[in-house]
């Protein structure tokens, strides 16, 4: 059984920063697409960023492109969401996704449903 545990939420200004940690353990994951959606309220969940096992390959959501960054370590298939210049409509739930397919393709991390998901973390973006 696969788990997905994240850190690094909280409450932030906007123009500020965050950085978003996944790890997974359990299972038999080998190099999986990694990646983070968002639910907002009162809107359907959305991806935010993608990753394929390689790290070569990125999938970006426009309204994040050029503020969050997405990277990982592979040796302990954790991922990583760096948020800057955070603003008000960043505010959501923020799931770490995984997916025993590799994903070679960014139009891959953008389409995969994702098998594995994590609980949840908080971001809030407030003055």
């Known amino acids: 059984q696969v788990h997905l545990v994240e850190s690094g939420g909280g409450q932030v200004q906007p123009g500020g920063s965050l950085r978003l940690s996944c790890a997974a353990s359990g299972g038999s994951l080998y190099s999986p697409a990694m990646g983070w959606f968002r639910q907002i309220p009162g809107k359907e969940r959305e991806i935010v960023a993608g990753?394929?096992?390689?790290?070569?390959?990125?999938y970006y959501a426009d309204s994040v492109k050029g503020r969050f960054t997405i990277s990982r370590e592979n040796s302990e298939n954790t991922v990583y969401l760096q948020m800057n210049s955070l603003k008000l409509e960043d505010t959501a739930v923020y799931y770490c996704?995984?997916?025993?397919?590799?994903?070679?393709?960014?139009?891959?991390?953008?389409?995969?449903?994702?098998?594995?998901w994590g609980q949840g973390t908080q971001v809030t973006v407030s003055s």
């Open positions: 996704v995984a997916d025993p397919r590799t994903g070679a393709y960014s139009s891959d991390l953008k389409s995969y449903a994702y098998e594995y």
């Open positions: 990753i394929s096992g390689t790290g070569y390959a990125t």
